[in-house]
């Protein structure tokens, strides 16, 4: 079956592409789109051309399952050149999503209309490539050379409207797009309209170096937006052809590299998250008022998200002073989004008409989801669920938000435990992607895939948990700075951790992450597992000592780092390097220097131990999950891929091979995982 259709509507050629679900330009499409063009140019009783897409989109973009092979003839910019040096004018009719290659074919042709509410953009730098088929070229000629960088190097999806104000297309319709289009190509008979005619419009080098500026510190400076930055500058100096030319080779390169194969397979493992969503029969239970109790910092942020997903929300917590901060910081928080012009006074207005407020449990009769949120103890939520449990209607689904407490102790205490799960979200819960969904025992199948619904309605990244101590992500993380303290008992310091794995890409490194979140929580779960800690297994008391020291991070001023009174800014602590050093006399070790390349090595292979254990065990059930929820909640660069996608490009005997030596390195209680079943789900 051929990914394209023709027919003719009069003397019209309708191209019509048909790769659902996103009509991705794949070979075939880039083929049938080709030998239509050049049918279009030989045939006399044809006039012009619409290409539109069919089902629910236009080109969603080139299809990125080719790009880890050669790219097969006939490349797309062949396909664009055919369109500009067609005799005949061609229409781009868009609805649905334009992106990428898409955007780009849009780009090439003569005139582009859209339906209502159509995402447009180039969002190749996230994919840790560049346009590949003119866009450098032709979007400045349009728009300019500024907007263009903004554009290009965020990969911004914008609506049909902006591309309206814009300039990228003519016409903006509610309805009936083809009958449109071709309306539009009939009026452009006998003409072309090209934007490789146009002249870049000039910029002030000033405004061109403030966009560049401002897209490199958005972008991080990544190789894809400096060299986005120089394509889309190279429109303004060099002729087309000549910048088509260098935007080609540089895609190619880009395209092969390790960082775009990591970000692909980044893009395909958020893919897979909903995947038992629609292959699964099970029916999620509809919501639409969710209720939320405790209205801390994290039941608060779980309203928001709430919020801004639409659903009807009640917050509760019993005690009013705790309930009125609450309320107070979900108003603060929406009134800067005001200031800050990211949402309008009449958008807060319809939002905030769905929140209401409350100290009295009656009130969560009406809700079908009721989360709670409130102090991580076990005697506490055992206390809320049965308050819970009685006033909840039959019907609802009951979720804990706890990061580390067994769920199904908590379930066991209510009537019906099927209903009850885990939603761990991540703070801050309005902005974090992350959520973890922890199936308990007897969880309903309808409850997880309600679960993942509701997940999906607030834009989060969904992963499926067993119910076991620290879930995914706080256990590979646990893993994670344990080995790190290892490192600093062997003779390496707080900032040239921080720095090696900073410089790796992560967002902060790990003593600097403990500052920031409170050395006293980690303390206090360390203080209730004394009991059942193995004493043959290595245990590193520098965080410890630094707690007894009255040093529990920002908050009082130090931690690992020193922080002047009222600033963020952190300074090496000459105090701490001594304590450090004397837990290393202490327990005998010659303190040694570590390189920048062994720190590394060692927390992705702790991150890859960690994820193969979690596997064996079945807490998780797709390992691209981890990778998932280090990127998504715990500031791990995406451009690298994750543990499960860097296991998969070092190989499982070098992997093997590289454990061995972490395990001699990390002493007692460090424990190889096996790592078959890790390379069987890669
Ligand atoms: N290539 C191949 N497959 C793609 C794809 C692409 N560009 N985009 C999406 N898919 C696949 C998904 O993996 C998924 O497959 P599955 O059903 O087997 O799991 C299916 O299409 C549906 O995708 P989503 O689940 O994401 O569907 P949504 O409706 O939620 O979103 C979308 C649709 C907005 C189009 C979203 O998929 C998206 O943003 N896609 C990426 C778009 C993109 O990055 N395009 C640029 C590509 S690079 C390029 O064009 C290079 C050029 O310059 C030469």
Known sequence: MSKIKIHHDADVMVITVDNPPIN??????????????????????????????????????????????????????????????????????????????????????????????????LPEVTLGIIPGAGGTQRLPRLIGVEKSIELICTGARIKADLALQLGIVSQVVKTDLLANALVLARSMIGTKNRIRDIATPISAPEAIASASQKALKAGKNRPQVQKAIEMVCNSLVLPIDEGLSIERNVFQSLRVSSEAKALRHQFFSERKLFKALSESDTKAIELSQIAVIGAGTMGSGIAMACLNAGYAVILLDQHEAALSNGVKRVEQYYESRVQGGKI????????????????????????????????????VKHEVFKKIDRYAKDGALLASNTSYLDIDAIAEKTKNPSRVFGLHFFSPAQIMKLIEIIRCKKTSPAAIATGLGFAKRLGKMPIISANSFGFIGNRIYAAYRRQCEFMLEEGAYPEQID????????????????????????????????????????????????????????????????????????????????????????KGLTRRSLSTDEIVERVLLTMINETAHLLSENVVTQASDCDVALVNGYGFPRWQGGPTFIASEMGQEKLDQGLQELALASGPGFVIANTDMLFKSL
């Open 499 to 586: 720095k090696a794995l900073e410089d790796y890409g992560f967002a902060m490194g790990p003593f600097a992450v403990a500052d920031l979140s409170g050395l006293d929580i980690a303390w206090g779960m360390r203080k209730s597992l004394a009991a059942s800690r193995n004493p043959a297994h290595r245990y590193v008391g520098i965080p410890d000592s630094l707690c007894l020291a009255g040093r529990l991070g920002r908050k009082t001023g130090a931690g690992y780092y020193l922080y002047a009174e009222g600033s963020n800014s952190k300074s090496i602590d000459p105090i701490v390097n001594e304590m450090i050093d004397s837990a290393s006399r202490a």
């Open 24 to 121: 991705a330009g794949s070979t075939e499409v880039r083929q049938g789109l080709l030998d239509a063009i050049n049918a279009l140019d030989v045939d006399r009783k044809l006039t012009a051309a619409v290409i539109i897409g069919g089902g629910t989109t236009f080109i969603a973009g080139s299809d990125i399952k080719e790009f880890s092979q050669p790219l097969m003839e006939p490349h797309l910019p062949l396909v664009i050149a055919a369109i500009e040096s067609c005799s005949k004018p061609v229409v781009c009719a868009l609805h649905g999503a334009a992106l990428g290659g898409g955007f780009e074919l849009a780009l090439g042709c003569d005139a582009r209309i859209a339906l209502e509410g159509t995402v447009l953009g």
């Open 344 to 379: 309008s006074p009449a958008q807060i207005c319809e939002l905030l008409q769905r929140f209401s407020h409350a100290s009295n449990w009656e009130l969560i009769a009406s809700a079908d989801l009721i989360i709670e949120a409130v102090f991580e103890d076990i005697e």
